[in-house]
């Protein structure tokens, strides 16, 4: 028997994929002005530093347990095309929660300025809580899929065919190059160097790149409001860091920086 559906949890979920419309423009506009303080672009003045293995899987901890939370409740829980869609969703959360965190600690990647503050911890930690709720009860529960649409069409094997090449080919984008800047950043006893080889050849941020292609993908398979809305949110967030990134690149670096590589989009931007 299907878990009943309450106005009030029906108002939560349209609301908070509203919600998730609204903050995209909205984050693009705050970035312009503010860089999010950790990484290369870490400043006093946010909080207590966390270590970083501990920040990152503290604040991404959401998308599995509470992710397992709602999954339960949701009247699609044992459809196997919404739990296969749901697989891409954990695949990229377990990596970036679990197996992320292990590799940041196995570098030696941890404190000081290699940390997060606790604020950027706190409000990562708001979001996941946030979105981890939309994307699962959006699968579990208020999407359907079903039908002819969903088994024979060929729009549908089409559509989901080319969402799924397109996310996997951007995991692999960005769990290869995460991989990279943290052997380059081990090697170089934690300095920064500038990043050769692959993707890095043609855009400053293939980690940004690939995970913002993710989420497309993401979005093509689930065919959701809001799988759309979490692609459009991370590009949002992306895009701009990504650019913050590359003109740190070329302050630092000045002339041995390479002039042909864009911010993210190869050739592009």
């Not at 997060?116 to 009860?137: D, E, H, K, T, W």
């Not at 081990?186 to 043609?202: H, N, Q, T």
Request: proline share 6%.
């Amino acid at each position: 028997m299907a878990p009943p559906v309450s106005l009030a949890d029906e108002s939560l979920f349209y609301g908070a994929v509203l919600a998730i419309y609204l903050f995209s423009p909205l984050s693009v506009f705050s970035l312009l002005f503010v860089t999010v303080p950790y990484g290369k672009h870490y400043r006093a003045g946010w909080g207590p530093s966390i270590p970083s293995p501990i920040s990152w899987f503290l604040m991404e901890s959401p998308t599995l347990w509470l992710s397992l939370l709602v999954l339960s409740f949701g009247k699609h829980r044992y459809n196997p095309i919404a739990l296969s869609i749901l697989s891409l969703f954990f695949l990229h959360y377990i990596n970036r929660t679990l197996i992320y965190p292990l590799r940041l600690s196995r570098f030696g990647i941890s404190g000081g300025r290699s940390g997060l503050p606790i604020s950027i911890v706190a409000m990562a930690f708001g979001f996941n809580l946030f979105n981890a709720y939309i994307q699962i009860r959006s699968i579990t529960h208020y999407t359907e899929y079903g039908g002819r649409a969903w088994t024979c069409g060929i729009w549908t094997a089409a559509r989901v065919a080319i969402g799924l090449g397109i996310f996997f080919g951007g995991m692999a984008v960005n769990v290869r190059s995460d991989l990279s800047l943290l052997r380059l950043k081990a090697k170089g006893s934690g300095a920064y160097k500038i990043p050769r080889g692959g993707w890095f050849e043609l855009v400053s941020c293939p980690n940004y790149m690939g995970e913002v292609a993710e989420w497309v993908g993401w979005a093509l398979v689930a065919w959701s409001p809001a799988a759309f809305g979490f692609a459009l949110f991370t590009a949002a967030n992306l895009v701009p860091r990504a650019w913050s990134h590359h003109k740190w690149y070329l302050d630092k670096f000045g002339e041995d920086y390479p002039r042909s590589r864009k911010a993210v989009v190869p050739y592009i931007f």
